[in-house]
């Protein structure tokens, strides 16, 4: 198992689509540290401001939320795709013909690319988000106080989402396909049919992706997690949160594994 | 077979293997053995069932019916896949940005090889000075040499090449050649399948001929080739349209060539002169064509059988056709 899963860290490090993924992480929290700071601010004076309350502290440790969010999916997307796209599962399965080993190590490489990718987003937040938070007048340490209630929570939830795009890769065989499925279908079809539920029937589709994964990261999501979700939304609890976006990862995986995953390779 | 060496290699054994895709019998019970220290060559068109069959062997395809094993067992419940069996299926199974070296290395951590394997391997094809180029940039052949890499880096006994001559140049098929003579001599089992016929019969030792999904025939070289020793006359004349008519009326099967020339199936020339002489039909030529791979390969593989190939009228078999094909496990499985 431990060489299996050799083999994929190898793959994954060698594709630079990983690469470019991965990098866009630091970025992409960046801009949620901008939005953060302009959010604590915006009133005559002051366009940028430090930020103060709970809510505001913990959105700015857990900035790269956002970028996760997108991200991880697509790590895990491309995990499995990329074998199906440039024809190497026929190598793989060949050096590694228990199938189910296979899907296990890129289980665990993806979500130790979804780890990294957290804490790529936590050196983004250090290196841009501190100091300015500072510059504005904050102070560093009641931010860092919420280390312990912030962290777990991003980094369960990049491994989460890590896994939901694996899974989709491994049902959807086709790259593009599984990235707009996962992506799309969390960003931008999940906001409809949230507010559509909301308006029409007075339900809160709190159990899809997006929504489930704001409940298991907290403060840090719901702010910046996606539209659709307005005031009087309930989200679940984390812990539900967690359970439902474990399901969204493992019901496709599953699904995968027992159609096209075992498929011939022809 | 190489003489004294050393027994390194594994049986392949093939027990009533059957392919079926819908209505479609891509592979249909195919039974043969596999012998180490031999080059077998796995022979016949396009679409006859080899790739399928090396696939279940490596258990890419699962088979509708039978077994293929690899020293008595199959090739997901050997212990070490890749210290048992290299292969080589097809020269596009690579990702374009990644470097010979990575690919190699990454098959040798899948396999739990050291690293360092992965640097002998590409000295041993010839790709050394190439290890740190993206495959994407890589020539057919290379890409070849590349998954002839990737098979070795498990120092397996057995070696399957599927088609492993698609895209080489002269010399690379040359090179190939020599070193699958090379890893036999080592005691190693190889199985190739080719359509390269004239190629094949300067590397094998042994041939499996399939068509259809069916085994047609399975024996060492010299002894499939003995089959048709003697079996194909041509026969030059003017009177070509009487000599078919006389052919007809013999129940021997033949094929116009031209207005002149008639190629007799399934007969010795002390059968056909008699024949001939009885009939006083006026010759210019009578040869007995030397029988080599090809020719066995067209007339087994042509949809129909030894002695039937472009039959006359009523597609009875000629006098004595048969008896002529070697021992059991030589001649056409028919």
Known sequence: MIDAIRAELIKMRSMPGVWVTFALGFPLAVLIVLAVLANAGGFPGHTFYYVESLKQRRELLGAGYFACEVLAPILGVLCVTGEYRHKTMTTTFVLRPIRSQVLLAKVAVTALWSVLLALLTLVAVAAVGLPWNAALGGVTSQVTDQIGAVVPGLLVSAILLGLFGLGFGTLVKNQIAAILLTIGGTLILESILIALAHAIFHYDLNWLPNAAGAALAGDIARGFGGGGRGAGFHLLTWWQGGLVMLAWGLIPLTIGFFTTFRRDVT | ?334
Do not use: C
Request: charged share 20%.
């Open chain 2, 1 to 334: 077979m190489t003489a004294g060496a050393p027994s390194r290699g594994l049986p392949i054994e093939f027990s009533g293997l059957s392919k079926h895709f819908g209505t479609v019998r891509a592979v249909d019970d195919l039974s043969f053995t596999v012998q180490p220290g031999r080059v077998t060559g796995f022979l016949g068109p396009n679409g006859s069932g080899k790739t399928t069959t090396l696939r279940m062997l490596l258990g890419l395809v699962h088979p509708s019916a039978g077994t293929a094993t690899i020293g008595g067992q199959a090739y997901q419940e050997l212990p070490n896949p890749t210290s048992t069996v290299g292969a080589v299926l097809e020269a596009t199974s690579f990702h374009p940005a990644r470097r010979a070296r990575t690919h190699v290395r990454m098959a040798a951590a899948a396999g739990g090889h050291d690293p360092k394997r992965a640097d002998e391997v590409l000295e041993l094809v010839g790709l050394s000075a190439d290890a740190k180029r993206k495959v994407g940039g890589f020539s057919m052949g290379m890409r070849q040499r590349l998954e002839l890499a990737t098979a070795l880096v498990g120092d397996p006994d057995v070696l399957i090449l599927d088609e492993p001559s698609n895209g080489l140049d002269p010399q690379g098929i040359a090179w190939l050649r020599d070193f699958m003579r090379y890893l036999a001599g080592e005691g190693r089992t190889v199985l190739v399948s080719s359509h390269l016929l004239a190629e094949m019969a300067q590397t094998i030792d042994d041939a499996v001929i399939v068509s259809f999904g069916q085994l047609k025939a399975h024996g060492t070289l010299e002894q499939i080739t003995a089959g048709m020793t003697s079996m194909v006359m041509r026969a030059r004349t003017p009177e070509a349209d009487r000599l078919t008519g006389v052919l007809d009326g013999a129940h021997i099967s033949y094929r116009r060539l031209s207005n002149e020339e008639v190629a007799m199936d399934g007969v010795t020339p002390e059968q056909v002169g008699p024949l001939l002489a009885t009939n006083q039909i006026v010759l210019y030529e009578l040869t007995q064509e030397g029988a080599d791979l090809e020719r066995v390969f067209l007339s087994l593989t042509s949809g129909l059988g030894f002695g039937e190939v472009g039959h006359g009228n009523d597609g009875s078999p000629p006098p004595d056709a048969g008896g002529t094909g070697g021992t059991s496990e030589a001649a056409p499985a028919q």
